[in-house]
């Protein structure tokens, strides 16, 4: 009796970590929305023309005129970073490591592009900004071949790339310890993915910059939250059944 009324309070402690993990994503999510929404609406202003708009041109106009030889790489960026083929990318990655870690850790990548695409979809519907003129070849100072329409803020490449290197990186570092490596990869790798859409002039200043700060502030609260979990904590909080029981000497 004792024995199964301690394996019971240990499944509630395991469902209520499963619940726990999840409600911190649901509250992260809404927290970063809305910092979305109030930095999109009093600095980017709704369909553009808030009081960045004037630095958000000038650097446009910089990068136009100093593309460099890095144009090749970003449009091999844009390409199969997008959110379709990132999407396919993660979901392979997700499903490596789940096989590779037996633990739900794997979900990371997916996780954190998940969340990271619908805080692109959610704040792009209510601020509902257009992209620079340089986004749509042939305009003057466009990319040939570069044709993006939709509404610009924030920088979906810059919050879901961010989102999904910064929870792989948190989560390596929280299994090995060692911090400053991945943390810097992902640092990097981050900020030149942002600085790709700036070299196509696809998207304004203020959109990678605030899209990257989504991306590092989501990705690592998706590391947080489901590296701890197990395998036990998803079949008790799912009122899932368990494996079978060892005999005693099998």
């Known amino acids: 009796m004792a024995a199964h009324r301690q394996q019971g309070l240990m499944g509630a402690g395991a469902g209520s970590r499963l619940w726990g993990a999840v409600a911190a994503l649901l509250a992260a999510a809404a927290v970063l929305f809305a910092i979305g929404l109030l930095v999109g609406l009093l600095v980017v202003g709704r369909h553009g023309g808030g009081p960045i708009q004037g630095?958000?041109?000038?650097?446009?106009?910089?990068?136009?005129?100093?593309?460099?030889?890095?144009?090749?790489?970003?449009?091999?960026?844009?390409?199969?970073?997008?959110?379709?083929?990132?999407?396919v990318e993660t979901a392979v990655l997700s499903l490596v490591l789940l096989a590779a870690l037996r633990t739900p850790r794997g979900l990371l990548p997916f996780a954190a592009y998940i969340g990271g695409e619908f805080q692109v979809f959610v704040v792009r519907e209510v601020i509902l900004r257009h992209r620079p003129p340089t986004a749509n070849y042939p305009a003057p100072g466009a990319v040939p071949g570069v044709h993006e329409t939709s509404y610009s803020f924030p920088s979906g490449h810059s919050v879901a790339v961010t989102a999904v290197l910064f929870a792989l990186a948190v989560g390596l570092t929280l299994w090995r310890r060692h911090w400053w490596p991945a943390l810097a990869v992902a640092f990097a790798g981050s900020l030149f993915v942002a600085d790709t859409r700036l070299v196509l002039g696809v998207h304004w200043f203020s959109d990678v910059v605030f899209g990257w700060a989504i991306g590092v502030a989501w990705g690592t609260v998706v590391a947080l939250a489901l590296f701890w979990l197990g395998w036990d904590d998803v079949r008790a909080g799912l009122r899932l059944p368990g494996p079978p029981a060892r005999l005693p000497g099998s």
């Open 55 to 87: 630095w958000d041109g000038t650097v446009e106009r910089w990068f136009v005129h100093h593309r460099g030889p890095l144009v090749g790489t970003s449009k091999f960026v844009a390409t199969y970073l997008d959110a379709l083929p990132l999407g």
